[in-house]
């Protein structure tokens, strides 16, 4: 069997952040286990958020094609500072109530001018140079993994230029159902262009991939056809050496992006309410938000006299330095995505807050897939953001077994160990037939 694969994605090292760690995971244990993953990646992307300390998972041996993108995204932050914004987040881009000239110009622009995203000028060079290199490499299996998914596209063209290529195509995030577009002012045709294409990446590709059981009925009911899952994890070798030390103050972490379809308000008011009716808990307790914050949110933090006081914001950190912060946090907070796919939402950090051992309290819908897996595990706590009462009442629960000097032991996370994920990607891989 020809164990060489192709895997075509956009986030790489230096690229930071969990939607980067899927696939070099990937890429790490499918090594140990013989395959010749080759993955071809852009040379100078656009992305905000980049971790050197993650390239010492990528194996000398694989071999890693960079290959040249244009962008335009470089263009709004140009437009951003002309119209005031002198440091524009990216964060500050999504939003889902009132917004700004540059916000409605920019979704509006974003959403109708480059369908499905702004990196689909990287397609056509990228199957110009694939074609000739997956003959010349003899490579008869390749994966595209998505959101961005222009980087499907590059499967689709792949394919129909040599039909015997067997063609993978993960998604990360639905497609056509994806909460972001909600954020960018599609026109009718922009939304239907959308889903065409979805339609003939659903129907093309050989096998379909996606994250999480939600994701897997919903493709499979918008395409008629198997969907596999294979969800996201962690890798147990980065929490070898986690060790757990006592707190000085109630320690409560977030990691991740905060924009407005992730918005902590609830249980930051949740936050406020304890520390006005138990007044230990104002000089007991801290939070902090680690990633990048949109604006909005942390002016409502900084306003507030009781938050203001408890709340750190830290910018993004290496990944090798967040896994020390686990030993240190005696709450992780988890905040959903509220849209309608918010079931679906099983982020990459989720995962690792299993691995941390910390309990964890989930703000989003409590019948959703975070919050089956929470039932399962006993690893935490999950409330629908319109119940403050629940949320207070989760946390000082927390807080109580906290101050005894108590331990909360969650279990079952080893299911969703990178290497136990790798198995099941070969599992799949195996099935295919050399052609």
Known sequence: ????????????????????????????????????????????????????????????????????????????????RLLGNKSPQQADFITTGRKSLLQKVSAWVRGNFFIPDARVFWVKPSVRYLIDFLERNKIDKIITTGPPHSIHLIGLKLKRLNPTLYWFADFRDPWSEWDLLDTLSLTWWARRRHKKLEQTVLTLADEVITIAPYHVQRFEELSGRHVHLITNGFDEDDFSGIV?????????????????????????????????????IANKIVIEFIGKINSSFKYFVKADPVLAPITRFVDHLPHDQLLKLYG????QLLVLAHTVIAPGNLPGKFFEYLASGNPILAIGPVLGDAGRILKQSEAGSIREREDAHGIATD?????????????????????????????????????????
């Not at 103050?249 to 006005?276: N, S």
């Open 1 to 80: 069997m020809n164990k060489r694969v192709l895997i075509v994605t956009y986030y790489w090292p230096p690229s930071g952040g969990s939607g980067v760690q899927r696939w070099l995971k990937f890429v790490k244990y499918l090594t140990q286990a013989g395959w010749e993953p080759y993955v071809f990646t852009p040379e100078n992307p656009s992305f905000t958020i980049q971790d050197a300390s993650l390239q010492k998972d990528i194996p000398a041996s694989v071999e890693v094609i960079r290959f040249p993108i244009w962008e335009p995204y470089q263009l709004f932050f140009k437009m951003a």
């Open 244 to 280: 757990h030390c006592k707190t000085e103050k109630f320690t409560v972490r977030h990691i991740g992006i905060v924009d407005e379809l992730r918005d902590p308000k609830p249980f930051m008011v949740a936050v406020k309410t304890l520390c006005q009716e138990h007044g230990e």
């Open 328 to 331: 240190a946090t005696d709450l």
């Open 395 to 435: 946390l000082f629960s927390y807080y109580s077994t906290w101050r005894n000097g108590e331990k909360v032991q969650s279990k079952g996370s080893a299911l969703y160990s990178r290497k136990n994920l790798t198995n099941q990607l070969i599992h799949l891989l195996g099935e295919v037939k050399s052609n």
